[in-house]
């Protein structure tokens, strides 16, 4: 999971090293500063070529990640072939229209589920800094680089480079080194699958037709992999229970929380999700009427292969999904649903995000300004 000193390599640390370079310019790693991570000095650093050192990184994530963008490769190439099937004989006045005939009351709902959502949204920070013992950062502060790396990172498509550099630049000024942002963005990766083990396992072990609308398996085989997901995270919760466990290698580990802090991590990441789902079942059309156990296992399964194809906010992928998953609804209908869904919950939080940011450097700029 990480590069340590004796040259092993490992995913974390060669990404926050890229971000470092990035956020840091000329100045990188001195040559022993694998030894003192925890506490690097960046004014200390030795000028170097970077674009060199960029090059490797890049040569070097792309040779370990030939499946994992082979995987992308097939999901995009998928959903856009599927995309463009469902799409064709769409008649965009049906659309535009149900864009008008979306009530304010539909808009306000979705719109309040997804406030709350991005709330909840922000424990994620919030607990990934207590668990690596940095208990003295204030919310507001884990709020804003909860908010903005996410938002931003997920809308740009590179949310472990861009969330990386966004969190680092934040939480730097409290102390914060390199090494936390890269606990923080494992700790928090954490809480996503396992609130997406527990909702969406839990979902398609109730309802596995639901599933089989979208994967085309078999109902018994789908309420076969729901269950499992429940089952591994029960083994997971074992596993954590008799003592502490850490996990990375030598230059670089981290303490996973206990038993009963997991049971808040995923409380965590299922309350996000669940709101989220809410704010995208508030558009849908009321007829025909759709239960919500089967919305949530094709929603959750369209923003799960969103998150794995890594394209910029999931776009076209979470499309395809919803409009192969539920044909009960007129496409017309639920192509208006998402667009909204769509500005709701990307791009207007998003230029929240980008605002804020904005504001927040200009603030950094002044203060330093009248220190001079």
Not at 160 to 181: E, M
Request: glycine share 10%.
């Amino acid at each position: 999971m990480s590069q340590s000193c004796d040259g092993e390599s490992g995913e974390a640390d060669s990404n926050f090293r890229f971000v470092t370079l990035l956020l840091h310019g000329n100045e990188i790693f001195p040559p022993n500063a694998c030894n003192a991570i925890e506490g690097t000095s960046f004014s200390a650093a030795r000028p170097r070529n970077v674009t060199g050192i960029i090059a490797q990184t890049i040569a070097s994530r792309l040779g370990r990640s030939t499946i994992g963008a082979a995987i992308s490769v097939a999901i995009l190439g998928g959903a856009s072939y599927a995309l463009y099937e469902l799409l064709r004989g769409i008649e965009l006045d049906k659309v535009l229209a149900a864009l008008a005939g979306q009530s304010a009351q539909e808009l306000f709902i979705s719109g309040a589920y997804v406030t709350a959502g991005y709330i909840a949204l922000t424990f994620y920070d919030v607990f990934a800094l207590h668990a690596i013992g940095r208990h003295k950062v204030p919310y507001s502060v884990a709020a804003l680089a909860s908010f903005t790396s996410s938002t931003i990172g997920h809308n740009l498509g590179a949310a472990i480079l861009t969330g990386g550099l966004i969190r680092l630049r934040i939480y730097s000024v409290w102390g914060l080194t390199v090494a936390d942002i890269a606990k923080i963005a494992v700790l928090t990766g954490i809480t996503f699958w396992l609130g997406n083990a527990l909702l969406l396992g839990g979902a398609t072990a109730y309802i596995p037709e639901a599933a089989s609308t979208v994967d085309h398996l078999p109902p018994w085989l789908n309420r076969a992999i729901g269950f499992a997901g429940l089952f591994g995270i029960g083994l997971y919760l074992l596993w954590l229970a008799p003592a502490p466990r850490v996990v990375g290698r030598s230059g670089w580990l981290i303490l996973l929380p206990n038993f009963r802090f997991t049971l808040l991590q995923i409380g965590i990441g299922a309350l996000d999700l669940i709101l989220v789902t809410l704010a995208m079942y508030a558009l849908l059309p009321a007829i025909p009427a759709v239960g919500l156990p089967n919305v949530t296992v094709v929603f959750l399964m369209a923003t799960l292969l969103g998150t794995v194809s890594h394209a910029p906010a999931g776009l076209g992928v979470i499309e395809a999904t919803m409009l192969l998953g539920l044909p009960q609804y007129p496409r017309e209908e639920l192509l208006a649903a998402l667009l909204t869904f769509r500005a709701l919950y990307f791009l207007l939080p998003l230029l929240l995000a980008a605002l804020s940011l904005g504001v927040r450097e200009l603030r950094m700029l002044a203060r330093a300004a009248k220190s001079r």
